[in-house]
């Protein structure tokens, strides 16, 4: 029997996350031997939580999810750029004596839009919400030369205060623009997933623009339905999901994943 290896996905809740599934597929696939567990923990254990978990000498990597992202990015590590940017880390990576902390948020984004066969560069982005969701993906997409990045959002002063943030490196507005349309209209907002979604009246679009909504859930989410009934490029977040994933095995092992089988049988799940 090969080295085991101990990782996992820390966050509450996390009953419902798919990472352990994605990422035994992973293991199976690439024939590491791993155990990657879910682990529910409160906001005010999770730095001991991490302190505890890297003791054991198997340990080799943890997943952060909701709310600990930014929490991840004050640990005692060595921070990536990106992840010391948006203040905000999903991946941590142990080696001997050191931790490693990265986002793998925006790459995973990233390489699922052109997995899909779409791109950012010279494209005008619509990114709906401006909270911590925006702003995982916010660094990557402002780093693939689109030609503007919209922000909107029901409080426009978090908007504004990302775009101020973000336009030495793109061009970033905070109200819509009606001049020509968007190519890919992104969905951040957490209403898309409680259902608070409100429909957007007046948005400049063509029959090619995409809707993603970085939200994912087993049944449509509320911003994918809307989406479906004006465009016919419509995608939720699971590739994200698995794409980011991968990115994390990839800093963990040195070895990058097949994603799109990993995709296929949670489509083939969805039914
Ligand atoms: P996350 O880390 O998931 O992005 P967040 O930082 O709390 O969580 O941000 C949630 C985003 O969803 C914000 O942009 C929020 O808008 P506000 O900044 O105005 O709060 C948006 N959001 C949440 N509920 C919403 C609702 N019912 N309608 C519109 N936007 C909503």
Redesign the pocket.
């Known amino acids: 029997m090969s080295k085991l290896y101990k990782l996992g996905v820390v966050g509450d809740p996390i009953e419902h996350s798919l990472s352990p599934f994605i990422h035994s597929r992973f293991s199976r696939e690439t024939n590491i031997n791993i155990e990657y567990l879910p682990f529910k923990v409160k906001q005010d254990d999770f730095a001991p939580f991490v302190s505890e978990f890297f003791k054991d000498s198997l340990s080799k990597g943890l997943n952060i999810t ?1 709310p600990h992202k930014k929490n991840a990015s004050m640990l005692d590590g060595v921070i990536s750029k990106e992840a010391k940017y948006i203040n905000a880390v999903n991946t941590i990576v142990k080696d001997e004596k050191k931790i490693f902390l990265y986002s793998t948020d925006g790459v995973g984004f990233i390489d699922d839009i052109k997995n899909k066969g779409f791109m950012f560069e010279d494209n005008k982005i619509l990114i709906i ?6 702003e995982s993906i916010l660094y990557t997409v402002a780093h693939n030369k689109p030609k503007e990045i919209t922000l909107y ?3 426009i002063e ?1 908007a504004e205060k990302l775009c101020r943030k973000y336009s030495h490196i793109s061009k970033t507005e905070s109200v819509l623009d009606h001049n020509s349309p968007y190519d890919i209209v992104i969905n ?4 898309g997933l ?1 259902g ?3 429909p957007i009246e007046e948005l400049n679009i063509s029959k090619s623009t995409i809707f993603y909504d970085l939200n994912y859930s087993l049944t449509e989410t509320p911003f994918c339905k809307w989406a479906k009934g004006i465009s016919n490029n419509v995608y939720d977040g699971i590739g994200m999901l698995v794409h980011q994933a991968a990115h994390s095995y990839n800093m963990w092992f040195g070895i990058f994943p097949d994603t799109n089988k990993v995709i296929q049988d949670i489509e083939d799940m969805r039914g």
């Open positions: 909701l919400g401006a909270g911590g969701a925006a959002n029901r409080t978090k951040s907002s957490s209403a409680t608070e979604f409100r």
